[in-house]
């Protein structure tokens, strides 16, 4: 491996995240999060993730990057802009921004691989795994201690000046960086917008949500049939919810984003329910290849729709 100094890595990290779109990127030393683990605790002893059963696994190395990668000294988060500029505020149905363009997981993790090659050709191989949206890693955590924003009431990463619409990335590597610092001041203050708007009662206040009873969840993750009143209070959304994230002030600086890839594929705002019950398996497939919709598949989103109808 070359010689170079952590600032000049550091650097090098920073201004290839801005090259490749990102909006922000951080950095904190890899230890374990001592903080978070009673939350995590918590979380899945009092049975908020629901089905996600996947969120019990692994919970060693959720607190802990070294147990994910061997000697790791650094984790590097990345925020990425979703926020779209058409609201498709008149749509007889309602889909998450995050789902209107490409599936964020490949988008990113392609950029996350060409920031590692390109250190590699800097400096030679180096220990390193890149995650989006990835269960054994606490990426909102990551976030905030490298100094992106706090987590709010609405367990949303938020940063000052640009809101919440944001997918977070990381490389987590054996590379010695130089650290950011986290914010100390959490801003939600007194505001309780996103608690009163949620209309599950998802959210409790206290920086804690009942993922069992969100809306993301019943319409994308819950694979068994509804057995509860619940689809009476989704308010037209049929894949994923945004409610909590319009209700909130400080997305009032939310810019749109400019990643080509995550134009919407679809125009949601011209299709309406019957439209969407009367879609083929082929114009699903084609439409939505490589859409994040691809997760629930359309007899998951038609079974949502004909919830919606009977209330
Ligand atoms: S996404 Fe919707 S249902 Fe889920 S917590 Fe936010 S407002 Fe509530
Ligand atoms: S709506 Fe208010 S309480 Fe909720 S996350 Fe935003 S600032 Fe915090």
């Known amino acids: 491996m070359l010689k ?185 203050g007194s505001c309780n917008k996103c608690v009163e708007s949620c209309p599950t009662q998802a959210i409790h206040g206290d920086k804690t949500m009942d993922g069992s009873k969100c809306i993301s969840y019943f319409t994308i993750e819950l694979k068994k049939e509804m057995t509860t009143d619940f689809q009476q209070k989704w308010n037209d959304w049929i894949f994923g919810c945004d409610i909590c994230q319009q209700v909130c002030p400080w997305n009032r600086f939310s810019k749109p984003n400019t990643e080509d890839n995550f134009m919407p594929l679809f125009d949601f705002e011209k299709q309406t329910k019957k439209d969407w019950l009367e879609m083929t398996d082929e114009i699903f497939n084609s439409t939505f290849k490589y859409s994040p919709l691809k997760r629930a598949g359309l007899q998951k989103i038609k079974n949502n729709i004909a919830s919606l109808k009977k209330s």
């Open 4 to 188: 170079n100094s952590k600032t000049e890595l550091t650097q090098f990290i920073k201004q290839r995240a801005v090259e490749l779109g990102f909006s922000w990127c951080g950095i904190a030393e890899a230890k374990f999060l001592e903080r978070e683990a009673k939350h995590v605790e918590a979380f899945i002893n009092k049975g908020f993730h629901g089905e996600m059963k996947y969120l019990e696994n692994h919970f060693e190395k959720r607190l802990d990057p070294r147990k994910l990668v061997d000697g790791a000294k650094s984790v590097i988060s990345f925020a990425f802009n979703y926020f779209q500029e058409n609201n498709f505020s008149n749509s007889e149905i309602k889909v998450s921004q995050y789902a209107w363009g490409k599936d964020y997981h490949e988008v990113l993790k392609e950029k996350l691989k060409l920031i590692v090659n390109d250190l590699e050709t800097k400096i030679g191989k180096f220990n390193a795994r890149c995650f989006v949206d990835s269960a054994p890693v606490l990426e909102r955590s990551w976030a905030a201690n490298a100094g992106f924003g706090w987590i709010g009431k609405n367990t949303m990463m938020i940063n000052k000046q640009m809101g919440s619409y944001f997918f977070l990335a990381e490389i987590i590597c054996d590379l010695e960086l130089n650290y950011d610092d986290a914010i100390a001041k959490d801003y939600c």
